[in-house]
């Protein structure tokens, strides 16, 4: 069973549209999070939840809007897509931090 | 602002030697983490070590911290083709939300047969 999943893998959209990533964990962890990673590989936390609550915002654009429904879920909800949002987009969970986190495979987002 | 830093940024060995990754990094910290990043996949955890350990070890690998120079090593030991991937330490911040990781650039590793 996948322990953290994503949907969609990719997506492909034209500047200015809106998108959404969904993420799911049965981890039964408290906390999850959103990553970016460039084209470098550089790896940058976003948000993080504990509890459907959000703990951290990192400085991150009003465009991306996070939403738990509840603990097992945290989607990501982009507007009006910029060429400079391509990136990969890595959700993640874990118990009550100081842990270890779980990544999921990914999303690729190229905005044209 | 970026916290570790991976050296060197990338490694080419044979299957069967050993590898060495470093990670420096700028602020006190809680515990610092590695993970592995296969091509095209999500990141996995490989070792968590805290401020107050200086060593740990897990199967073939081992990390050490030095809190004094703000620095950690990983260390592969006879290597496989199947550790070919990219390896990232994270840092959690001391004296901050314990909720944030903040990521190196990473070491390409690549084990050739």
């Known amino acids: 069973d996948t322990a953290v999943s994503q949907t969609p893998k990719y997506l492909v959209t034209q500047m200015g549209n809106d998108k959404s990533i969904k993420c799911e964990q049965n981890?039964?962890?408290?906390?999850m999070y959103w990553y970016k990673q460039d084209s470098k590989k550089f790896l940058k936390i976003m948000f993080s939840?504990?509890?459907?609550?959000?703990?951290i915002n990192e400085t991150v654009p009003n465009r991306f809007s996070p939403k738990s429904p509840d603990k097992a879920h945290l989607n990501l909800h982009i507007n009006s897509l910029e060429l400079g949002d391509s990136a990969v987009y890595f959700c993640?969970?874990?118990?009550?931090?100081?842990?270890?986190?779980?990544f999921g495979p990914g999303t690729r987002l190229t905005v044209t | 602002s970026q916290q570790g830093e991976e050296d060197p940024q990338a490694l080419s060995i044979q299957e069967g030697e050993n590898a060495t990754m470093n990670c420096s990094y700028k602020?006190?910290?809680?515990?610092l983490q590695w993970y592995r990043q296969n091509s095209g996949r999500g990141l996995v955890h490989l070792i968590l070590?805290?401020?107050?350990?200086r060593e740990k070890h897990s199967g073939r690998l081992r990390v050490t911290l030095d809190t004094s120079k703000k620095s950690s090593s990983l260390l592969i030991t006879a290597s496989r083709a199947a550790d070919t991937a990219s390896y990232f330490c994270?840092?959690?911040?001391?004296?901050?939300?314990?909720?944030?990781?903040?990521f190196g650039k990473g070491t390409l590793l690549t084990v050739n047969p």
């Open positions: 993640a969970s874990s118990p009550v931090p100081p842990s270890e986190q779980y």
């Open positions: 981890l039964g962890h408290d906390t």
């Open positions: 939840y504990n509890n459907k609550e959000l703990i």
């Open positions: 602020t006190s910290i809680n515990n």
């Open positions: 070590i805290r401020s107050n350990e």
């Open positions: 994270a840092t959690e911040p001391s004296g901050g939300s314990n909720y944030k990781l903040t």
